[in-house]
């Protein structure tokens, strides 16, 4: 089938190569012509593991293009996805939808001919009901909902691999369509799942606010943890073994972060205001999470014994979470200008590199390697999971130096790291030493 895919971030970009790669023919469009350039040089503008390839490898085959041209890629297309960005308001919690209606209305002025709209990006519940509207309710066009699942860094993965694929549409014929589009992903076991729009659009909110829920209820147990010298991986494992509740998005950790939860749980809590419902858990998530920023942040102050001007600082991982660059709602967001303001001096090492999140703050160094970057700290935070800080070898990393650690991630197994001068601190883990 031809497809278009309006927008080329995490969600166009992924879905449009992936679609590809299962033989359909993609065209994506963006406005960012420098996006598009870098594109057809076959630069993906996004860290996304295996997406690199994935592109070059479609877009020789002649499947994958990409253009800023939207009447061609829309007259060339049966299926238009909207993929475009929908923020929160910076004012309120509700979702600023002006990129989609934009989209839907530049497709309306150039489409030939009859075309399925389908929004892939994540809408508040009833806006297919608006996109209709904006058409004019014109029988050239069907409005469908087709939420992603992707994970940043796991998002080929998960498009190829999908527990299930959700189509919301109340028309058999689109139904039989969309299963068509899909038959490769269906053929290797993924679940085809169908509903009318609204419920769509609304599994695509719940299902993210449920995994934060998750997150937020093993962090909230991990402070209980703490207090009573329980083991919060081992209580993890004893209730996700259990099928009903399930093992994963059960890892206590800093905060959750990323584009998605912070925005989505905000959007549904927004929605359950709209509808005069009140969502008390989503609510409670929300400041849950709020809170165990600030938990956080005085747990580093204890470490540090409430002294810490001048005190040296390193962050191995700033990013929201590991196989991606992206610093949206990153617990490093906090942590580093706090440290900064008290006085401290802060290195910090990522594998994907500097960040301009940082660049102003005076006292604050990147640095290209671990080595160099923990050099005489007196504490090191292990802010993100990445595989590389398994395997580190702390006792030639401090050598004589008495040091902290902040292991915000359980990384690291207690006997690891029995290195005589490392004093070390994880989340809702008993203390070892
Ligand atoms: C999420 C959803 O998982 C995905 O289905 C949706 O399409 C987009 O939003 P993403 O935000 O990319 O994906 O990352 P995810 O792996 O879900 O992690 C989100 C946050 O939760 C990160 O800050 C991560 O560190 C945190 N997290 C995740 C935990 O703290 N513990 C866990 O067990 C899992």
């Known amino acids: 089938m031809k ?20 033989g359909h023919t993609v065209y994506c469009v963006d406005k960012d012509e420098a996006k598009i350039e870098k594109l057809n040089s ?77 929004t892939k990006s994540t809408v508040p519940v009833g806006t297919g009901d608006q996109i209709e509207k904006i058409l004019k309710n014109s029988k050239k066009f069907t409005v469908v909902s087709n939420p992603e699942f992707l994970r940043e860094g796991e998002a080929i993965r998960d498009f190829k691999y999908p527990d299930r694929i959700v189509i919301g549409s109340n028309s058999s ?23 009318n729009r609204r419920g769509a659009e609304l599994i695509k909110y719940a299902a993210n606010a449920f995994l934060a829920t998750k997150i937020t209820y093993i962090n909230e147990i991990a402070n209980l943890c703490e207090k009573i010298n329980v083991n919060v991986e081992d209580v993890s494992l004893g209730i996700g073994s259990d099928l009903r509740i399930g093992s994963r998005f059960l890892r206590a950790g800093p905060s959750y972060g990323g584009s998605c939860f912070p925005k989505d749980t905000k959007g549904l809590i927004s929605i359950g205001e709209k509808e005069k419902v009140d969502l008390s858990i989503v609510k409670s998530v929300v400041k849950s999470n709020e809170n165990r920023k600030k938990l956080i942040l005085n747990k580093i102050s204890k470490i540090l014994k409430n002294k ?26 906090k942590i580093i200008p706090y440290l900064i303001k008290k006085g401290a001096i802060v290195s910090y090492y990522d594998p994907t590199g500097e960040k301009k999140e940082f660049e102003n703050l005076s006292n604050c160094n990147f640095y290209m390697n671990i080595n160099d970057a923990v050099k005489k700290a007196d504490l090191i935070i292990l802010h993100t999971e990445w595989d590389e800080f398994k395997s580190l ?26 290195a005589k001068n490392l004093e070390y601190f994880s989340i809702g883990r008993p203390k070892i030493n």
């Open 173 to 195: 014929s689109i139904f039989k369509t969309m299963k068509n589009l899909y038959s490769p992903l269906i053929n290797k076991g993924s679940k085809f799942f169908t509903t």
């Open 3 to 22: 497809l278009c895919m309006i927008g080329t971030g995490y969600v166009g970009l992924v879905s449009g190569t992936c679609f590809a790669d299962i």
């Open 393 to 418: 070898n702390f006792n030639s990393l401090i050598k004589k130096r008495k040091t902290s650690l902040y292991d915000l991630r359980n990384l690291l197994n207690t006997e690891d790291i029995k």
């Open 308 to 333: 810490i001007k001048n005190k040296k600082v390193s962050i191995l991982g700033v990013t929201f979470k590991p196989n991606t660059d992206d610093m949206r709602d990153s617990m490093s967001l």
């Open 42 to 118: 076959s630069q993906s503008p996004i860290y996304e593991p295996g997406l690199d390839e994935l592109i070059k490898e479609n877009y020789k085959a002649n499947r994958l293009f990409f253009t800023s041209n939207l009447s061609e890629a829309v007259n060339k297309s049966d299926i238009i996805f909207i993929c475009v960005g929908t923020p929160n308001k910076r004012k309120s919690l509700s979702v600023d939808l002006k990129f989609v209606y934009q989209a839907v209305k530049d497709i309306k002025k150039v489409s030939k001919g009859k075309k399925i709209i389908v």
